[in-house]
């Protein structure tokens, strides 16, 4: 079997999904063709154009699979490309445009939410990474819709949503159970916040809550990681200086010590508004750390009750505050094995393979 894997915005936790589909669905003869994650509106509707310029060789080729992320431009390289349409095409949103939070100022633009109703229109199959993504996706397709000038048939949303199934992005096991969990018993407790340092996962929430417990006297020390970009928040300049004597981290780390950071948290904290997976949020349970997310977007949808709060800075402090007075009253770390890729591959072959075999 012959497959294209087409990424057109291939940051870190695309990039990491695509080569574990080519990893573990290894009996396909896969060619991947992607595009830097950056310049967002250009690669939404550029990403035709530079494949058709760059690498139109391969697009001329047959395969019987054509796996695409949901901001490629899919509909428009069919029209380029019509031998792609005789394909089994597979649209894979690790996100949607029209639930993607809005930056200070910043206005919804339509022609990212055409692309991905266009291409959902052309697939075969659409995966979502959450029910949160999917259903977004479907609601904010249709209210997208009704403020448009003409009122049209919208049959179409419910064609696209009886093609639509939930399939999250799989961690890739470890290969050492032994070392999950070894954060020191002895020390104070490790609390880790691993996003990208962005004004939608929420810095500045949950830095009030960390200066709340150290001005209540709390022992704890601090970590933040994640993925860091030239200009960010004001609030981790101040955070740094604030909370200095809590930190034990600061900053995007090589990935070695990462995976140590994360092997020595106790806890490790969402504040996020925007949050369609949470990829780094499970990537440290699997390391042993015991999540507190906030009760809404995705996380109901991976964490019991027990591993959420309300959502405010309160009740972050309050939960917080429970767990380092009381360990004993903390839960464990969930299994997530059930997330990786080895419990998750029949899932994905049925899904991918549907009709070719």
């Known amino acids: 079997m012959r497959a294209l894997l087409l990424s057109a915005y291939h940051t870190d936790s695309h990039r990491r999904w695509a080569a574990g589909v080519m990893r573990w669905l290894d009996e396909v003869d896969w060619t991947l063709l992607q595009l830097p994650g950056r310049h967002f509106a250009w690669r939404m509707r550029g990403n035709p154009l530079h494949w058709h310029t760059e690498s139109g060789a391969v697009l001329e080729q047959d395969y019987d699979l ?5 901001m490629v431009d899919l509909a428009t390289l069919i029209g380029l490309y019509p031998n792609l349409g005789k ?7 690790h996100e949607n445009q029209f639930e993607y939070p809005l930056s200070p100022g910043q206005k919804r633009r339509a022609e990212p939410l055409m692309v991905s109703l266009y291409a959902g229109l052309v697939a075969d199959c659409l995966l979502f990474n959450s029910v949160y993504n999917r259903d977004t996706y479907l609601c904010g397709l249709e209210q997208f819709m009704r403020r448009m000038p003409e009122r049209l048939d919208l049959s179409f949303i419910e064609q696209l949503a009886a093609r639509s199934r939930v399939l999250p992005v799989p961690l890739e096991p470890r290969t050492n159970r032994a070392d999950v969990g ?3 018993p002895d020390a104070a407790p490790l609390i880790l916040w691993n996003h990208r340092w962005e004004y939608d996962k ?26 860091t970009f030239r200009q960010q928040p004001e609030v981790f300049a101040q955070a740094q200086l604030q909370l200095a004597h809590r ?8 990935r070695a010590d990462y995976e ?10 969402s504040t996020a508004l925007h949050e369609f997976q949470g990829l780094a949020m499970l990537e440290a349970v699997q390391a042993g750390s015991i999540p507190l997310v906030p009760d809404r977007l995705c996380y109901p949808e991976f964490y019991g009750p027990q591993y959420r709060y309300q959502g405010s800075v309160e009740a972050l402090v309050q939960q917080l505050g429970n767990w380092l007075e009381n360990p004993d009253q903390r839960p464990p770390a969930p299994s997530i094995e059930h997330w990786e890729w080895p419990a998750m591959l029949a899932q994905y072959t049925h899904a991918l ?5």
């Open 66 to 70: 054509v796996l695409a992320t949901s």
């Open 247 to 254: 930190i034990e981290a600061w900053g995007h780390q090589p």
């Open 260 to 269: 140590a950071l994360l092997q020595r948290s106790a806890i490790v904290v």
């Open 353 to 357: 393979y549907d009709g070719l075999v």
């Open 202 to 227: 929420q810095p500045k929430a949950f830095f009030a809550a960390c200066t709340e417990l150290d001005r209540q006297g709390f022992d704890f020390r601090l970590a933040v990681a994640g993925q």
């Open 182 to 184: 070894l954060a020191d």
């Open 87 to 93: 394909s089994r095409k597979v649209l894979y949103f």
